[in-house]
């Protein structure tokens, strides 16, 4: 058995209940894939959309579902180092990527206001339009678990309004797109225990101007901070990050002060003598 058939196993073996498992409920509960679709598994050269991208393999191979499956990867820049790493862990885990490269880290550059923000939102959509081009009707990418939890929490006290990472989106700019988020049900520190297991190594944090983090496990930003926050509580009461998570699923629209709805903010009297 060579390396990447081991790492394969690993997948549905060893980490079968936390990975595969999440996997698959997710796909199921929110319905992500259907007969026919073609879906663009982006990857960034991070652990999470690594697995990602080796799990819908595996799906595709096994499944029962009929999809077409296609390997993105984007240079928005990065250092000839970062890039090579994307492309042998490429090749050892036998994903045939299409590469395609944009200016992205240089538009961002000179930006004084929220660069991370904007940076965002162009890697998206070239994806978008580059999916689209190679016949995608739905672009993957690897948000888990904790990148939900800790979104809820960020938009709480940052954003000032309740709003959570969906596992399924529709694309405003690109008709006929969809968005989704396999790993939603995945936890980061399984995804980690998998890498870990396999001696595998990826970017964590490839931005040219964070580069010096590239091959490890850190970050910083409010995002840090909140992922701390979520830490230390949950080892005090380890129901944590599962209640966050169910509190996206059972909003009670009888106790919320006002809510937002295409647009439009019904504040929590309206409709009042009906309640």
């Known amino acids: 058995m060579d390396t990447c058939q081991q790492i394969e196993r690993s997948i549905i073996t060893k ?3 936390p990975i595969w498992g999440g996997f698959m409920h997710t796909l199921r509960e929110y319905r992500l894939i259907q007969a026919g679709d073609h879906v663009a598994a982006c ?3 991070g652990k999470d959309s690594f697995l ?25 820049g990065y250092a000839p180092q970062n890039r090579r790493l994307i492309e042998e862990n490429a090749a050892l885990l036998e994903l045939p990527i299409h590469i395609f490269e944009t200016d992205v880290f240089d538009a961002v550059a000179e930006m004084d206001h929220d660069p991370c923000y904007m ?4 890697r998206r959509g070239y994806l978008y339009k580059h999916a689209q081009a190679l016949g995608a009707n739905k672009i993957a990418l690897g948000h888990h678990f904790d990148d939900v939890i800790e979104t809820v929490l960020l938009s709480m006290f940052y954003g000032g309004e309740m709003k959570t990472m969906m596992p399924r989106l529709p694309s405003k700019n690109y008709p006929g797109m969809e968005l989704i988020r396999p790993m939603y049900k995945v936890r980061e520190k399984d995804i980690v225990a998998w890498k870990q297991y396999n001696r595998l190594t990826f970017l964590n944090c490839a ?3 964070t580069e010096n983090c590239a091959l490890g496990d ?16 949950a080892s005090e009461n380890p129901l ?14 009888k106790t919320v002060v006002g809510y937002i709805q295409d647009g439009v903010h019904h504040p929590y009297d309206e409709g009042f003598e009906r309640r």
Do not use: W, Y
């Open 15 to 17: 980490f079968r209940k």
């Open 43 to 45: 990857i960034s050269g």
């Open 52 to 76: 990602m991208a080796k799990c819908l393999q595996e799906v595709q191979r096994h499944g029962s579902v009929p999809f077409t499956l296609s390997f993105l990867v984007m240079d928005p």
């Open 119 to 122: 940076c965002a939102r162009m």
């Open 207 to 209: 931005c040219r101007f």
């Open 218 to 233: 850190g970050g910083g930003g409010k995002r840090a901070e909140v992922k701390a926050l979520i830490a230390k509580l």
């Open 240 to 253: 944590i990050e599962a209640n966050i998570f169910r509190s996206c699923h059972d909003v009670n629209l």
